[in-house]
């Protein structure tokens, strides 16, 4: 009798042990389950080196979406990004997209920076201005050969 009463007790232990992990791991991977939440507009960079799909898209500092996926623009001259925002975050007309770096790592994210347009980009819309990623290598190279200006 025991023997099945602490069987039991270390497969009630495991079974909490798992679902714990599969906890912390949607949540630290940041997976959603559901996509319901969120709408997804689109932005064309001259250069997104660095970025990657599931990138922080943020304002102010603050977690809005992410990078939903990254193509080849019109006539392949651009690329062409995607946001997925949250239903609640409301962006103008005349918002500003760009690629920034953050932290020492240099992990690559999308920083909006609202308008102050009263008309406001739904779901399938397009942010106009945009600002891409600065190339290091490109203003060392430059800086190295006397090309600064």
Known sequence: MKNGK?????GLFVLVGIICLAYLSIRLGRLELFDGEHYTIRA???SVAGLKEGAT???AG??????DR???GPQNARARVYLALRREVRLQEDTIASVRTRGIIGDKVIVLKP????RLLGAGGAIRETEG???LEELISKYVHGQVE
């Open 44 to 46: 064309d960079f001259d």
């Open 115 to 118: 308008g102050g347009s009263e």
């Open 70 to 72: 990254i193509t080849l």
């Open 133 to 135: 990623a600065v190339d």
């Open 62 to 67: 603050v977690q809005v979406g992410h990078v």
């Open 57 to 59: 898209v943020e304002i």
């Open 6 to 10: 602490l069987n039991a007790i270390v």
